[in-house]
């Protein structure tokens, strides 16, 4: 199930100030190794106020043994994430890097 956008955009302002506005969403499919890594839509926003990200990339996704929460993803569009995709892999290798999954 589909997160409402509207959700996407508290996300981004909660997390990085500025103010966001729906730009478009993206279909992304992240491999690695020739294993789907992540798959869904990711929604990028443009971000007013922020002082040094003009954009903003946002996601989410179910979490939990039984899906029963859900993770948000908020990305600015800064140093190497330059598209959706960048976001998502950074965000996995975040993940990684700390341990968890994405």
């Known amino acids: 199930m589909e997160v409402d956008p509207e959700q996407l955009r508290e996300a981004i302002e909660s997390q990085h100030g500025g103010t966001a506005t729906l730009v478009q969403a993206v279909p992304v499919h992240e491999v690695f190794q020739g294993e789907t890594v992540w798959e869904g839509v990711v929604h ?42 960048d976001a998502v892999r950074a965000a996995i290798v975040a993940e990684y890097r700390a341990g968890g999954s994405p």
Do not use: I, Q
């Not at 443009?46 to 993803?73: C, I, K, M, N, Q």
């Not at 908020?74 to 190497?80: C, I, K, S």
């Open 44 to 85: 990028v926003f443009d971000l007013e106020g922020h002082p040094t990200a003009s954009r903003a990339y946002a996601w989410s996704h179910l979490v939990g043994d039984e899906g029963e929460r859900r993770r948000f993803f908020a990305v600015l569009h800064a140093g190497p994430v330059k598209s959706p995709a």
